[in-house]
């Protein structure tokens, strides 16, 4: 028999048996203190909990159903996106130790790098987001101890070989670790790529309601775990039972939003592209779109959001088209149900390689309203860009 698909996956082990009558959800335990019956047993582990930061029922349920998801041996949770990401660098590296990474990874992951870990005498180098496979590995020197990986990059969407940046950084004693935040643990498997560790915001896609701050980090290798849970460990970055409970929860339908979200974001995307306002539409999923090819080769699904880079304009211009959607939400983040959009074009000044855009950038999410709909929003999107 086959193995079940990760969409039956996640619900099965919800539904498991073995555990006598019980709600389908864990209760929601709000706890820091847990009591024992007698001293003796207060600080034996097989009984449970000795105290808060050990993790709930549901955190317990979330990480084991994480580590399933990644193929992991064991999965962390922290407190934000932004944790997942500085957890495993800082587990992972030592003072005089060079990380190489790309402009593409998220901003706050840039500013861990060049502030605090430059700070702790631990280098970066930032290449440009599109470096290819061969680039990052030419790049990387006798002090590298970790490369960085973002596929697609925040912002500019481009992609890079993973499996050959992990098969290179792997002979040669260095560390990888890949935010895949794009693809939620569900179009693209890091560690069946040979990633060490695979990190998501489970903020975005896994959460998918708008109302949560969390990361996942998954791993094989046990000194890579204890290392992470060491840190974990040291610098008390536990995640509350509430926000743990709401990621399970989320995560029982992620395939299906994730999958309907993609399908509208690529249906979007084809329209945008069509646009006389837009020049690119910065969407691997999208044929002739960057990043296309190796999407097509390494990804079994598509997430919902994309860059479009407009034909000129100015901030102008893109605070107009932004103002006159009325279905899309101006927020940041993204994975959630709701559609949203940002202006992107200030961003790219903190690169050390900024791209040569045509025109504004601006970052879509599409959530799970009527696609038709949405295009009705664009529409009057451009209309106010242009005019
Ligand atoms: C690619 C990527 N990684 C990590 C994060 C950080 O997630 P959080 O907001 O939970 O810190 C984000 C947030 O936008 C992101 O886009």
């Known amino acids: 028999m086959s193995s079940p698909s990760d969409r039956t996956r996640l619900i099965a082990s919800a539904t498991r048996r073995g555990f006598g009558r019980r709600p389908v959800n864990p209760p929601l335990e709000r706890a820091s203190t847990m009591l024992s019956d007698r001293a003796e047993a207060m600080r034996d ?8 930061l050990d993790g709930m029922t549901a955190a ?15 999965a962390f949770i922290v407190p934000s996106g932004l944790a997942a990401v500085t957890v495993p660098v800082l587990a992972l590296t030592r003072p005089g130790d060079e990380v190489v990474t790309t402009d593409a990874v998220y901003g706050p992951s840039r500013r861990f790098l060049s502030r605090y870990q430059a700070a702790r005498g631990v280098t970066t ?3 440009p987001a599109d470096a290819d496979a061969e680039t990052i590995l030419a790049a990387a020197g006798d002090r590298t101890r970790l490369v960085l990986l973002e596929s697609p990059a925040s912002l500019t969407f481009q992609m890079v070989d993973v499996a050959a940046v992990a098969a290179g950084c792997r002979a040669r004693g260095v560390m990888t670790v890949l935010d895949n935040t794009w693809a939620a643990g569900l179009a693209f498997k890091p560690l069946a790529h040979g990633v060490d560790v695979s990190v998501q915001a489970l903020t975005k896609y896994v959460g998918g309601h708008s109302d949560l701050l969390m990361g996942g980090i998954a791993a094989n290798d046990p000194r890579c775990l204890s290392a992470i849970a060491n840190a974990i460990e040291d610098m008390g970055w536990h995640v509350s ?6 990621a399970l929860r989320g995560l029982r339908t992620l395939p299906l939003r994730y999958a ?3 399908r509208s974001g690529l249906k979007i995307a084809r329209w945008l592209q069509a646009r006389p306002e837009v020049s690119r539409v910065l969407y ?10 190796l999407w ?6 598509a997430a919902s959001l994309m860059g479009v880079v407009m034909k000129g304009g100015n901030e102008a211009a893109g605070r107009r088209m932004l103002d006159a959607l009325t279905l899309f939400g101006l927020g940041y983040s993204w994975g959630g149900f709701e559609s949203l959009a940002t202006h992107e074009t200030h961003q790219m000044a903190y690169r050390d390689h900024p791209p040569a855009l045509e025109g504004e950038l601006i970052r879509l999410h599409v959530g799970l309203e009527d696609p038709d ?10 209309a106010a860009f242009a005019g």
């Open 284 to 293: 691997p999923p999208l044929p002739g779109s960057v990043g296309h090819d």
């Open 125 to 127: 180098r930032f290449l």
């Open 373 to 382: 709909d949405l295009i009705a929003d664009l529409e009057r999107g451009l």
């Open 45 to 52: 582990d097989a009984d449970g909990p000795v105290y808060g």
């Open 296 to 301: 097509a080769r390494d990804f079994a699904g």
């Open 60 to 74: 317990r349920e979330l990480r084991a159903a994480l580590a399933g998801l990644e193929g992991a041996e064991g």
């Open 260 to 262: 309907e979200q993609g």
């Open 241 to 246: 039972p509430d926000d743990a409970w709401l």
